[in-house]
């Protein structure tokens, strides 16, 4: 460039030539110095680093694939210091909401419409303060040298937890009443405090924290290795156990909005799940809102009222214990179908068809678990009385030939007679006490069993006298859905002093 600008002879042209090679210069020396700072402070940091862990009793790792074991339980101190840390945090707002704005419920200017609302406007956050202030930020920090041990402070107090679900479901009428009166009230205080949040936002951090949890349990989640599989199964719990109780608080609103319900829902167990279904029933089709609880299935029609709320007029329910359930319907992998025994009518089948497939299974998981715990319960019913008439505590007979000899019978029987099926089905109802020896139907289970191995390899199946058959073999690890076809006799008669027996036949 210096050589072109010389050839032309001109003045002009060095001098261009000068200024631009002093500003490349210039760039070249900006560069170094940059790249020098970037590594000096790389090297601090690793120095830093070094030290912590000189100072902490670990000795230095030298090779990469030894690091790893330490950074996974650096990441999990840091994540349950983190919890702790944002947990006082947490704990400071909801006290400094009763100690700054409960005062205010007691003035004389309190506007009429406020007067003996503090209840509706706060919830039950002075019950949130007590138990997290007294209970469960002390057991946070004393994990702080053992993060896996947070879940047990999350499972340990489940019932506790269940108030933010009872905070959710107050909270739409707080905020309607702060919008309406309460704002223009409180905003006086937040002025003499010179705080920057008002009175609304803080009411919010329940809820926000709870979704905080959530996300810090999921973080603690990624930390932990598979073959720590006690730790991550309390800690999966723990994570579960939140979420359910972020979404409870909807579902009990909605379950506020049932209307024209002749049932009483306070006594059917809890809420488990509420949802929308596309539903088919004989050659009728049509949009149901369904509640499942832990003793009851309700079907509602959405409807929606003046003002753009969502009401569900009751349309009928069944009980649990009538319940059974095929897993997939269909050739669409979002259906599911679940049938009812009445003593007065033929089975009535629904196709329930979800939205998506995280919805469909999350329903047919959890009406297997609460079919699968019916069954358990009648089972250990039936031993007791057994015990008490003086029939023995064991759930079986001596009987000859074998109990190998017998299920090897069963099994030859059912593969010969009945062949392969595509479908898994689960139903449960009561035990028969006025004719024992009554032979049930079942349904033939297919995919994977509660528990692996056959029928004589469970102490969960053998009491309960039920066959299960595998036709997959479960992944290590993998947590089975309870898919089998389970069918005890139906109650009729429950003042029979008839000893209590469950037999199977096939279903015709």
Not at 66 to 92: D, G, H, I, N
Not at 141 to 147: L, R, T, V, Y
Not at 388 to 404: R, T, Y
Request: aromatic share 8%; proline share 4%.
């Amino acid at each position: 460039m210096k050589d072109l600008a010389g050839e032309l002879k001109s003045e002009q042209g060095l001098k261009q030539w000068k200024f631009a090679w002093s500003k490349c210069q210039e760039t070249k020396q900006m560069f170094e110095k940059k790249l020098e700072a970037a590594l000096r402070a790389r090297r601090t940091l690793s120095s830093d680093q070094s030290e912590t862990r000189s100072v902490s009793g670990t000795p230095r790792r030298h090779s990469e694939g030894c690091a790893k074991p330490q950074e996974r339980s650096s990441s999990l101190s840091f994540s349950c210091r983190k919890m702790v840390t944002t947990e006082r945090e947490y704990v400071r707002s909801l006290r400094y909401i009763i100690d700054h704005y409960f005062p205010e419920m007691e003035r004389l200017d309190l506007p009429q419409d406020l007067r003996g609302k503090r209840s509706v406007i706060f919830g039950n956050l002075e019950k949130l303060v007590d138990f997290h202030s007294q209970y469960f930020l002390k057991e946070l920090e004393s994990c702080c040298n053992h993060p896996l041990r947070v879940s047990h402070c999350f499972l340990r107090h489940q019932d506790q937890f269940g108030m933010y679900a009872l905070y959710s479901k107050n909270k739409p009428k707080s905020d309607a009443l702060l919008a309406s009166h309460g704002n223009s009230f409180f905003r006086n205080k937040q002025l003499e405090l010179e705080d920057k949040m008002d009175l609304a936002s803080y009411l919010l951090k329940p809820i926000q924290r709870m979704s905080k949890y959530a996300l810090l349990l999921k973080d603690l989640i990624k930390e932990v290795t598979e073959a720590q599989e006690q730790e991550l199964s309390y800690l999966r719990a723990a994570a579960e156990m939140v979420k359910f109780q972020l979404r409870h608080g909807n579902d009990l609103l909605a379950m506020d909005a049932i209307r024209d319900c002749d049932v009483n829902l306070k006594e059917q167990g809890q809420l488990v799940r509420q949802d929308e279904f596309t539903i088919w029933y004989g050659r009728k089709k049509c949009q149901r809102h369904v509640f499942l609880f832990e003793d009851l299935v309700l079907f509602s029609k959405p409807k929606r009222i003046e003002g753009g709320l969502d009401v569900y007029i009751y349309k009928h329910s069944f009980k649990t214990a009538d319940v059974g359930m095929t897993e997939t319907s269909g050739e669409n992998a979002l259906r599911f179908e679940v049938w009812f025994r009445r003593r007065t009518s033929k089975n009535q089948a629904y196709i329930l068809q979800a939205a998506t497939a995280d919805i469909k299974h999350s329903w047919t998981s959890d009406i297997a678990r609460i079919l699968w715990q019916q069954a358990t319960r009648n089972k250990e019913i039936r031993m007791q009385e057994m015990v008490s008439m003086g029939v023995g505590n064991k759930p079986f007979l001596d009987i000859k030939p074998s109990d190998a000899a017998i299920n090897d019978r069963a099994i030859d029987y059912i593969m010969k007679g009945r062949g392969a099926r595509t479908r898994a089905s689960i139903a449960v109802s009561l035990f028969d006490h006025s004719n024992p020896f009554k032979r049930a139907p079942v349904n033939t289970p297919v995919s994977g069993p509660p528990v692996a191995g056959g029928p004589s390899s469970s102490t969960l199946l053998g009491p309960l006298n039920l066959h299960v058959y595998s036709s997959q073999t479960l992944l290590p690890g993998e947590r089975p859905l309870i898919s089998p076809c389970i069918e005890e006799d139906e109650l009729e008669h429950e003042t029979s002093s008839q000893p209590s027996m469950s037999m199977y036949r096939n279903r015709s």
